[in-house]
C-alpha cells in the first residue's frame, strides 16, 4: 500500500470558484502534511504545511488534516488563473523521505 | 540566495551514453534529495545524501545510476548507459535538517531525453 493516494485527474474550473483537492494516507502515525504546488516546467515549491489535525489557512488557501479518516485537503478560494498549476500532497516518512501524491492538475479560466 | 541550482536544464543523450546532472543546495543546507519526476507516476524518491555520505539510496535503481556529494562542489547524479526509460525530469531538493520539520526546497529540474 501506497503512503499517499491522490487521484490524478486534471480539474477545471471558472475563475472565482472554490478548489477542493485531497488525498488519502495510510499511516496512522503520520504527524506531518504538506501540499506542493508545481508550475509547468518548474520544481514543485511548498504551499501549506500543516502538523497534526484540523485546519491551516493561509490567505486563500486551507490545507485541512483528518485523522480519524486519514484524509488531508487542499481549498483554494476565490481561485486566479495564477493558481493554475499542479498541486501535489506529501508525507514526510522513513529515513527523511517525502512520500507524494500523483498531483492534480488545476486550470482556473479566466 | 539563489536557492536550489541545478544544472543543465536540458539534457539530450543517445542511448549507451552517460549523463551527469548537477545540483547545489541553498546556502545553509546540508541534506540533498534526488527524485524523479515520470509521467503519470508522480514524485519518486531516488537518494538522500549528505556531505560525503550516501544516507539513503533505496530508491535507486541498483545498476547504471549513482549519487554523490563531495566535501567540495555539488552533489552529481550520474546515470551510465542511458536507456529511453530513462528519460525523466530529475529534480533535486535540499533541506537545512529534516523533512518532517522543514519540508524540501526544489530545484527547477534537468529533464533528461534519451534518444
Known amino acids: 500500500q501506497k503512503e499517499v493516494e491522490q487521484d490524478p485527474g486534471p480539474l477545471s474550473v471558472p475563475e472565482g470558484a472554490i478548489v477542493s483537492l485531497n488525498c488519502t494516507y495510510s499511516?496512522?502515525?503520520?504527524?506531518?502534511f504538506m501540499w506542493y504546488r508545481q508550475y509547468s516546467r518548474k520544481g514543485p515549491e511548498l504551499l501549506m504545511y500543516t502538523y497534526s489535525s484540523g485546519n491551516k489557512e493561509d490567505g486563500r488557501f486551507t490545507a485541512q488534516v483528518d485523522k480519524s479518516s486519514k484524509y488531508i485537503s487542499l481549498f483554494i478560494r476565490d481561485s486566479q488563473p495564477s493558481d493554475s498549476a499542479t498541486y501535489l500532497c506529501?508525507?514526510?516518512?522513513?529515513?527523511?523521505?517525502?512520500?507524494f501524491g500523483k498531483g492534480n492538475q488545476v486550470v482556473v479560466i479566466p | 540566495n539563489a536557492g536550489v541550482m541545478q544544472n543543465p536544464r536540458h539534457l539530450v543523450r543517445r542511448r549507451g551514453q552517460e549523463a551527469r546532472l548537477r545540483c547545489s543546495p541553498m546556502k545553509g543546507h546540508s541534506h540533498v534529495y534526488w527524485y524523479r519526476q515520470l509521467p503519470e507516476e508522480g514524485l519518486k524518491f531516488m537518494v538522500y545524501l549528505q556531505k560525503e555520505n550516501i544516507i539513503d539510496e533505496s530508491g535507486m535503481p541498483k545498476e547504471r545510476f549513482s549519487a554523490e556529494f563531495p566535501k567540495e562542489g555539488p552533489s552529481i547524479l550520474r546515470i551510465q548507459q542511458v536507456v529511453r526509460g530513462d528519460s525523466a525530469a530529475y529534480f533535486c531538493?535540499?533541506?537545512?535538517?529534516?523533512?518532517?520539520?522543514?519540508?524540501?526546497?526544489f530545484g527547477s529540474g534537468t529533464r533528461l531525453t534519451v534518444v
Open positions: 506529501a508525507i514526510p516518512y522513513g529515513n527523511n523521505r517525502l512520500a
Open positions: 499511516n496512522s502515525a503520520f504527524q506531518y
Open positions: 531538493a535540499s533541506s537545512p535538517g529534516t523533512a518532517n520539520n522543514y519540508g524540501y526546497t
